[in-house]
């Protein structure tokens, strides 16, 4: 059973170009969040995601920055004309529909690491 | 705001030493959970914590939550190289609604040096 996938591993984007990290999480999770991390930092919340439906967005820019998770398919992260401050390591994670009670754990993928010339 | 607090943020120690990280939050949480991560990776689930004062160990780490469930300590016994990393805590709220969000701490960078 494979483990939360993330492709691609490292992107190039040269500034104002678009960038679509993808998500697929473990088999029967249908939660998704999306974190980014700086070197030598924390994880920053940004978006929380439930099939076809956004739960939490508050971590997210308010411009440039979309997600979305469709019935079918990948989580995907889109960032429009990207700026070198977007530049970081972004991180999807995923859990199970019905956690145990006080079990709401996360399984991180490998992370796509954008670096914006 | 909903914060949880870690200490140290960095801490560089020689084989074979003990040490403690605190996560610490005006907060109580249903449960809370230990990941490391380290570079060039996604983080990696060390254990859930869910009811107070409870211990649990793997290995050489001995985790423990707050009778309060507001904050938990993560020990390590003899340190080794492998255990550097970055050791990140996060708190499950259990908020009304269908809001799983977890409120992270911002990690304590280890570095166990041979």
């Known amino acids: 059973n494979a483990g939360v996938m993330q492709n691609p591993r490292h992107l190039v984007r040269r500034r104002g170009q678009e960038a679509r990290l993808r998500c697929s999480p473990m088999k029967g999770h249908s939660h998704v969040y999306w974190y980014r991390q700086l070197p030598e930092e924390g994880l920053k919340f940004m978006v929380y995601?439930?099939?076809?439906?956004?739960?939490?967005e508050s971590g997210m820019p308010k411009e440039r920055f979309s997600a979305e998770f469709p019935k079918e398919g990948p989580s995907i992260l889109r960032i429009q004309q990207v700026v070198r401050g977007d530049s970081a390591a972004y991180f999807c994670?995923?859990?199970?529909?019905?956690?145990?009670?006080?079990?709401?754990?996360?399984?991180f993928g490998p992370g796509t690491r954008l670096t914006v010339l | 705001t909903q914060l949880l607090e870690q200490s140290p943020q960095f801490l560089s120690i020689q084989e074979g030493e003990n040490l403690t990280v605190y996560c610490n939050s005006s907060s109580v949480f249903s449960s809370l959970q230990w990941y490391r991560q380290e570079p060039g990776e996604g983080p990696v689930l060390l254990v859930t914590v869910v009811t107070g004062g409870e211990v649990k160990k793997l290995k050489r780490l001995t985790f423990q939550f707050g009778d309060a469930r507001k904050d938990s300590s993560l020990h390590i016994t003899a340190a080794q190289p492998g255990d550097t990393g970055l050791y990140l805590c996060a708190g499950d709220l259990a908020g009304a609604g269908n809001n799983r969000k977890l409120i992270w701490g911002l990690g304590t960078s280890l570095a166990v040096n041979p």
């Open positions: 995601l439930q099939k076809e439906n956004i739960i939490d």
């Open positions: 994670a995923s859990s199970p529909k019905d956690p145990g009670l006080g079990r709401n754990e996360q399984f």
